[in-house]
């Protein structure tokens, strides 16, 4: 008798039933584009000062969608633009210095990005400020001062920066269930006024988030010999990597609203709402995508400055020459 009810309703059960997940998934995307759209006012930071060059390709007039589409409308591949990355010790609050800078040259039509680490002892003028470290330069001026102070340095043009903090780092890794990464080495430094506490022990693993942290800033030892700074970047660029291919995650699409609240508290851009979409869109299946990664090349030199004889990371001028073209020649590629 059951079943025979079933035969006779099966149409209309199935006319409501698809209503309803209808009704959900617009609900759905609705709440979706609501967080997408909180997160990003939430983090956009232009610099004060700075004027902002065109990334997003402009449609032809007579092709021009809604506005009112929103998120429903399918952006158009941005054009190749410079990328500047700041990874910032949250500790030091207002004076937080910029742990991990990278420079990407992103290419979105080509789904190919290039990424040259500058080492944060890199000796560099910053502006009105004398030669330094680059990493003072968070310090000193924020994310500006950083800008500034890497394009005179490698005479290009940074259309756009952005910053996250490592409570945003840990957050991230721990949501999307931590990152598979081969430790080579026994890691083990603890620095109690630094609050600082690492202990790795060396395998393939897969690491939370403050293990993630502690291998990518990992450099002085209890154990003997420190790492070089380039070592370190070598492992950040790891990091990098591992986090780029948990885009089209289980993980990572379960728990999208949860990522939107993460990066809405703790990154800071100037990327607009409309570019961040079209990235998201482009670079979404990390298989299409092709990640190049280098370091800025130098050597550790000891200089006096301030009257105190330190260790700088001194590049020559043909390097700088170098990266210029490299990076030009990926913008234009």
Known sequence: MLFSFLRSRWKPLLLYGGTALALALAAAAGYTAYQYKRMTQDWYAPLEGEEQARVQEIPPSNTAVPEQLGLLQKPKPLKPFLLLLIGIDSRDGERARSDTMMLAAVHPEKQRAYLISIPRDSFMELPGRGYDKVNHAMAFGGPKLVKNSLERFLNVKIDRYVTIDFDGFRKIVDELGGVEIHVKKRMKYTDPGDDTYI???????????KQALDYARYRKSDLGREDSDYERIVRQQEIVKALANKGDSVEAFFKAFKLMD?????VKTDLTEAEIASLLITYYDPKQNHLETETLKGADE?????GIRGWYYLVPSQERSRVHGKLLTELAR
């Open 199 to 209: 202990d790795l022990q060396p395998g393939l693993q897969r690491l939370n988030g």
């Open 302 to 306: 000891r200089i006096w400055r301030h």
């Open 262 to 266: 993460i990066m809405g508290k703790h």
